[in-house]
C-alpha cells in the first residue's frame, strides 16, 4: 500500500516569491491536514481538509492557503514568502472516521527562503 | 488554549536502562492522545492511540499510559535503534474535525 507521497522533496526561493507543494493521500483516505515543523517551534498544525472542504484552520497568515480535489490529494499555496517561512512542510492523511484519527505523515517538502 | 508539553526536552540512555518520558496536556475534551516517533529527516510515524484515562497500550518495548492530564511513553531495555524524536499529540473533540496538537517532543538518545 503507497504511503503517503509529498512532492517537491527540497525546494530553494527567495523572498517575495510564491511556492505551491502537493501531496498525495493514502489510498482511501479522505483527510489531509499540513503542518510546519521548525527546530524552534515543532510541529504547527496549518489546516485539515475533508472531502475538499476546509474543517479547521491553524494560527497562520491568509498567505498560507490550500485546498483538496475531489481525488482527496491536496496542495498547499505560501505567498510572498519571508525568510521565517523556512521549514519541513508536512503532509499526513487520515481515515478520520470514528476511532481512527491517527495521522500518517510523508516525508516532507523541505522549504528554504533565501 | 489547547497545549501540550513534553519533558524532558532530551533524554539520554545507556542500552539497557529503562525510563519514562512524559506528556501533560491541556484540552476541553480529548477525543484521542497519540503518540509518534520521527526519526532525522522523516516524516514523524505512527505508534499508539489512547481513548481514555486508565488506557494502555504496548508495542515491543514501548508502553504508552493514560491519565485524565498526563500520558507517559515507557522505555524498557532500550536499545541504540530506539532513538529518535518522541512526539506526544492530542485531538481535541469539539473541532468538527481532526486537528491534532502537537507537544514539541522528547529528543531519545540510546548509547551503545
Known amino acids: 500500500k503507497a504511503g503517503v507521497t509529498q512532492t517537491p522533496r527540497y525546494l530553494i526561493k527567495t523572498r517575495g516569491q510564491q511556492v505551491t507543494l502537493s501531496c498525495s493521500p493514502i489510498s482511501g483516505h479522505r483527510s489531509v491536514s499540513w503542518y510546519q515543523q521548525t527546530p524552534g517551534q515543532g510541529l504547527q498544525f496549518l489546516f485539515e481538509y475533508f472531502s475538499e472542504t476546509q474543517r479547521n484552520k491553524g494560527n497562520f497568515p491568509g498567505r498560507f492557503s490550500g485546498r483538496q480535489f475531489s481525488n482527496s490529494r491536496s496542495e498547499m499555496n505560501v505567498s510572498t514568502l519571508e525568510l521565517g517561512d523556512s521549514a519541513l512542510y508536512l503532509c499526513?492523511?487520515?481515515?478520520?472516521?470514528?476511532?481512527?484519527?491517527?495521522?500518517?505523515f510523508g516525508e516532507g517538502s523541505r522549504l528554504t527562503v533565501l | 488554549e489547547d497545549q501540550v508539553t513534553q519533558s524532558p526536552e532530551a533524554l539520554r540512555l545507556q542500552e539497557g536502562e529503562s525510563s519514562s518520558l512524559n506528556c501533560s496536556y491541556t484540552?476541553?475534551?480529548?477525543?484521542?492522545l497519540f503518540w509518534y516517533r520521527q526519526d532525522p529527516g522523516k516524516g514523524p510515524e505512527f505508534l499508539f492511540t489512547?481513548?481514555?484515562a486508565g488506557e494502555e497500550k504496548e508495542k515491543e518495548r514501548l508502553k504508552a499510559t493514560l491519565t485524565k492530564k498526563e500520558s507517559f511513553l515507557h522505555i524498557t531495555a532500550p536499545k541504540p535503534e530506539d532513538s529518535a524524536t518522541y512526539l506526544c499529540a492530542v485531538q481535541p473533540d469539539y473541532t468538527g474535525g481532526f486537528k491534532t496538537i502537537f507537544g514539541a517532543g522528547t529528543r531519545l538518545f540510546v548509547k551503545a
Open positions: 499526513a492523511s487520515s481515515l478520520a472516521g470514528p476511532g481512527t484519527g491517527e495521522l500518517f
Open positions: 489512547l481513548y481514555s
Open positions: 484540552v476541553s475534551g480529548l477525543r484521542g
